[in-house]
């Protein structure tokens, strides 16, 4: 089996700058990432999320130069899943590209609730930017 891949992107109406801050805070993460997080805390340099499932542990990875943030967790001792993600500034608004992988070991209609989940959660986030630079205008 080999690992499995998925790729979204979302179009955000804020400059790729101020979507970068809120992405990049792990403390912002359960007003977006609804399906993942259901509550953070800090964790040494890590962070601890609360998922549906139970606690996940999160290292976040930040390159604000280059507008990526990457998401390292561990659900459970001896499985890592990876997810990549990059703002790309474009027309006053930017592009929110993110791909995530799962291992080879989780069942495919597992990844293919968490590709769903991701659907949802970008539309979230875009709606939760949408807001919040509208109260800031």
């Not at 979302?10 to 609804?34: G, H, K, M, Y």
């Not at 499932?53 to 280059?66: F, I, K, M, T």
């Not at 080879?104 to 875009?126: K, M």
Request: charge should be neutral; proline fraction near 6%.
């Amino acid at each position: 089996m080999s690992l499995k891949s998925d790729t979204q992107t979302v179009r955000l109406d804020v400059n790729a700058e101020v979507a970068f801050a809120f992405i990049s805070n792990p403390q912002t993460l359960p007003q977006w990432a609804v399906g993942f997080c259901r509550g953070i805390r800090p964790d040494g340099r890590g962070w601890i999320v609360r998922t549906a499932s139970g606690e996940c542990g999160l290292e976040v990875d930040a390159d604000p130069r280059r507008r990526t943030v990457d998401f390292h967790m561990r659900p459970a001792p001896g499985i890592e899943a990876r997810a990549y993600s990059r703002l790309i500034e474009c027309d006053g608004g930017c592009e929110y590209v993110f791909t995530q992988f799962g291992p080879a070991s989780v069942p495919e209609d597992a990844f293919q609730a968490n590709v769903e989940s991701l659907r949802e959660e970008l539309a979230v986030l875009r709606s939760v930017l949408r807001a919040r630079h509208a109260c800031r205008a």
